[in-house]
């Protein structure tokens, strides 16, 4: 079934051509922004060492995504230019040049900050040399146990060619010399990504795994000399693309696709700035890369396996821990047993925002509670991402095997988790659940829960839509936004709109819903207009949004007008904008702020003045093309003037002048606010959260 697309609106050619920022450049500043926490010297160091690990995921991805999509776009002669005014090529060659300084920004931050900190404080992570014999001695029964019977030297000569490089693998280049022939010889030997990243020498001592293999390489060559071995690292194009031709069986396309990305062409190299111009040279040539694409690096490379040192058992080195509790609104006193979430839901709505508020004894308690409640018919569910061993999914099971009836809609497109999604699909069907998997075209990315129960006098639909996946371990990191709600419009909506999904309804009318791709742009829109006549008339006009992205460049224009016709914008980012505020005659009412912290900022929210009638909406949807054109995203309007005012006051502190935060300049830059001008360091907006949550458990 495919939902009506509406198309993209046409830009305002009445405006300036440079007034969009360049989405990359936009997401290098973005993880610029992460970096910068690493560079925080307040900071405990291992949450220091969390941002840089951070950091490095994300530089990952964004080659294996970003970059690797502008290639593939040059490759095949596309030179449209983006709404920056940039070309591909130009795109790319910016990119280079940024991703290599922050590369060695991060490296140099660990090697002479992160890195000695933690040595200071008893956490040592050392390299082969710095070990003693003894130490190097004792690594032998790890490797002879563990290691060795996975190592698989690989050999490149005229009869062994070069061998397949897998994507994000740490592997070892290896020189070594015949004693008898003399003739060098290379290898590769690829460091096994099932064992740990660091291996431990001391309590809290660590020494690279592959120096270990390295250390050991006599064992892996006998009767070869060592000559020279290098660590190196390959990232490869892994987007997947799914062909409309292939939607009849979406299922057995994209098990193909994922197939494919193994083979994906290189994207990036990163090798150890030790390495030997020949060794180099043989990489380069055989692995197709330009000399841009090669990242010298002071080791050990990938720095994601920082996540070991982050989970040591030291409170000492990190923030307080924070531990969600129950929300008030479901707990009302303070009581040992869970409470009623359906009961409670039925008396009134619930906004929760996670992490602050529980997820498992709010969202996963209430699919608990809808699977073993004898009077619950109907359970409805879509599933985004969800964890390894989601209690989400067991519920649905759990659901479907006391007989009701129970649909899933699975998304098998979720980038990265696709085999995740299709073994969850998998197990849910042998449950006897009816899965469905998606829309052709389109990603099913709204986050709807609806459970259906007979409540004696009606029976009674009880939602749950969220701006956060139903992933109850990212929930305790991911900041969200939640509504539980057995409103009849709200009902009637979600269940419509899952009739959308499952079958053949056309519906695209909704109550207090805007679904992409057919409304979500254009209600927002109208909503902007709405705010220009309201100010233009003298009533109260304020726009303001809370979003991961704003590239869209048609809200983006919106806003503009909505500027120029004096209404105050205020726009809270987490990471990419397109948008250039504080521009004279064009943007000088808007600003936009962007926070990042212990919790990843990932709730969307989008509010208007209304000449003093307040409308707030809540959902999936970022400001971007593919959220408002190519994904079906819900917004819900909230209605109860309390939870109106609970996110009015979310935006109140993020732009308030005592909060630290990231402003955006109009050139693009982004300016950390950290300190007054006293040099009194500004609160935090989480932590400012999290003690008014403490105050609130204090007081009931």
Not at 273 to 291: F, K, Q
Not at 519 to 534: C, P
Request: proline share 5%; charged share 25%.
């Amino acid at each position: 079934m495919e939902l009506q697309v509406t198309p993209l609106p046409v830009t305002d050619s009445s405006l300036p051509k440079d007034r969009f920022l360049d989405r990359e450049e936009s997401w290098l500043a973005f993880n610029q922004r992460v970096l910068e926490l690493a560079e925080d010297g307040e900071l405990p160091v291992l949450d220091r060492a969390k941002f840089l690990a951070i950091f490095a995921s994300n530089l990952d991805e964004f080659f294996m995504v970003r970059v690797a999509g502008l290639k593939r776009r040059i490759a095949t002669g596309i030179a449209v230019r983006s709404p920056s005014g940039l070309t591909p090529r130009e795109v790319l060659e910016s990119i280079w040049g940024q991703a290599h300084a922050l590369q060695r920004r991060h490296a140099s931050l660990f090697h002479e900050e992160v890195l000695p900190e933690l040595g200071r404080n008893g956490i040592e992570l050392v390299r082969w040399n710095d070990l003693t014999d003894a130490e190097r001695s004792g690594t032998e029964p790890f490797f002879d146990a563990q290691v060795f019977p996975v190592l698989t030297p690989l050999a490149v000569d005229p009869s062994h060619p070069f061998p397949y490089i897998s994507g994000l693998s740490l592997n070892l280049a290896v020189v070594v010399r015949n004693p008898v022939s003399g003739t060098q010889l290379f290898a590769r030997v690829k460091v096994p990504p099932s064992l740990p990243r660091f291996v431990k020498v001391g309590p809290q001592r660590f020494v690279p795994l592959e120096d270990v293999i390295s250390g050991h390489l006599n064992d892996l060559f006998p009767g070869m000399q060592i000559l020279e071995h290098h660590t190196f690292r390959v990232t490869r194009n892994e987007d997947v693309e799914v062909e409309e031709d292939d939607a009849e069986n979406l299922l057995a396309a994209l098990e193909r696709e994922l197939m494919r990305r193994r083979f994906g062409p290189p994207v990036r190299l990163e090798v150890e700035e030790s390495i030997s111009a020949n060794v180099l040279d043989l990489l380069i040539s055989e692995l197709d890369v330009t000399e841009q694409e090669v990242f010298r690096i002071p080791g050990p490379l990938d720095l994601t396996g920082l996540w070991t040192l982050v989970g040591l058992d030291r409170d000492d080195l990190k923030q307080d821990k924070f531990v969600s509790s129950t929300s008030r609104q479901l707990n009302q006193m303070e009581s040992a047993t869970a409470p009623d979430v359906l009961g409670t839901v039925r008396e009134h709505d619930v906004l929760l925002h996670h992490p602050y508020d529980s997820f498992s004894t709010s969202v996963q308690l209430f699919l608990e509670q809808a699977a073993t409640d004898p009077n619950v018919l109907a359970i409805k569910q879509t599933l985004y991402r969800t964890s390894g061993d989601s209690p989400i999914v067991d519920a649905l099971i759990d659901a479907a095997q006391a007989g009701k009836q129970v649909l899933a809609l699975v998304e098998i497109k979720a980038r990265f988790d696709e085999q995740n999604n299709i073994d969850w699909g998998r197990k849910l069907e042998e449950a006897g659940v009816h899965v469905v998997y998606g829309l052709v075209g389109l990603k099913t990315h709204c986050k709807l829960s609806m459970v259906v129960r007979n409540d004696g006098d009606k029976l009674r639909r009880y939602c749950h839509l969220g701006t956060g996946n139903y992933h109850p371990k990212t929930a305790r990191l991911y900041e969200d936004l939640g509504l539980l709600t057995c409103d009849d419009q709200v009902g009637e909506d979600v269940n419509s709109l899952f009739n959308v999904l499952s079958g053949y309804s056309m519906t695209t009318d909704y109550h207090r819903l805007l679904v992409a791709p057919h409304s979500v742009r254009a209600g927002l829109v109208e909503r902007i207009d709405r705010e220009i006549a309201h100010a233009q008339a003298g009533r109260q006009a304020r726009i303001r949004f809370k979003s991961n992205a704003l590239v869209d460049e048609g809200v983006i224009d919106a806003l503009y007008r909505a500027s120029d016709a004096g209404v105050p914008v205020e726009v809270f980012v987490r990471g990419i904008c397109a948008l250039r505020p504080g521009v004279p005659g064009l943007s000088q009412n808007i600003k936009v702020v962007s926070i990042l912290g212990r919790f990843l900022e990932h709730s969307r929210a989008y509010a208007f003045a209304n000449g003093g009638d307040q409308e707030v909406w809540i959902g999936s949807a970022d400001m971007m093309h593919r959220n408002l054109d190519r994904r079906v995203e819900t917004l819900v309007r909230l209605v109860h003037p309390d939870q109106i005012s609970d996110i009015n006051a979310l935006f109140e502190l993020a732009f308030d002048p005592g909060t630290s935060r990231w402003d955006l300049g109009a050139d693009g830059t982004w300016q950390r606010r950290i300190r007054s001008a006293d040099g009194t360091r500004l609160r935090d907006y989480q932590d400012t959260l999290i003690a008014q949550r403490a105050r609130r458990a204090g007081d009931r």
